[in-house]
């Protein structure tokens, strides 16, 4: 199955995310550009601490148990939403993303202990550094390069905009996620939740 970990946005944090995907998708609609983005649905906003990709029943098992661990080890944490930018350039955008301020060191801790996890299943080394951030969207495959380049351009003046700070929110679960790739967007479902420990 594939699978990853992370830890869901609560609802404070959910709104403002889905506020500045409001804020964007009507700068894009205002140019006709918002067919080129494909929304991450309210329910699936996350911020992924560590992709697995494809894992089998005793992976599962083992970082099911690494977890708990974990988790016993770690105390909750205050994030906030702050920030739009894209991946990879604003001039080729593939991922419309907000960015997580707040204890910031607490939850890069937690992110290296959850790789340590990953790699005690079995599972390689992730090669990519770790970039706290929550994906907002998505662009189509469809959309050209003229388009990605207008997306990019309004992202860029979205985040040169000024903005207060979002609500702060307590975080306190970490998540075992399931997702399963369909034509109309991801499934994600529950392998496991994981408490944090009150700080």
């Known amino acids: 199955m594939r699978a990853f970990i992370a830890i869901a946005m609560p609802t404070p944090v959910q709104q403002r995310l889905l506020a500045t995907q409001h804020r964007l998708a009507q700068h894009l609609q205002r140019q006709q ?3 080129c983005v494909r929304w991450t649905a309210a329910s699936n906003l996350h911020l992924t601490l560590r992709f697995l990709g494809e894992i ?3 992976q599962q098992q083992a970082l099911a148990q690494s977890l ?3 988790a ?7 994030l906030f939403a702050s920030g739009v930018g894209c991946f990879p350039s604003a001039r080729r955008p593939s991922v419309i993303w907000c960015g997580v301020e707040g204890d910031v060191a607490a939850l890069t801790g937690l ?9 005690l299943a079995g599972l390689p080394a992730d090669p990519k550094p770790f970039k706290p951030h929550l994906t907002i969207g998505r662009l189509q495959r469809h959309a050209t390069p003229a388009q990605l380049q207008a997306v990019g351009a309004a992202v860029a003046q979205l985040a040169a905009a000024p903005t207060h700070a979002g609500d702060v929110a307590a975080v306190d679960e970490l998540l075992l996620m399931r997702s399963e790739l369909t034509p109309s967007g991801p499934i994600y479902t529950r392998l496991g939740v994981f408490a944090l420990q009150p700080a």
């Open 33 to 35: 550009l918002d067919r």
């Open 56 to 58: 089998d029943s005793a």
């Open 68 to 70: 708990v661990y974990v």
């Open 72 to 78: 016993q080890r770690h105390a909750r944490m205050m």
């Open 111 to 119: 992110q290296v202990a959850v790789e340590s996890a990953a790699r």
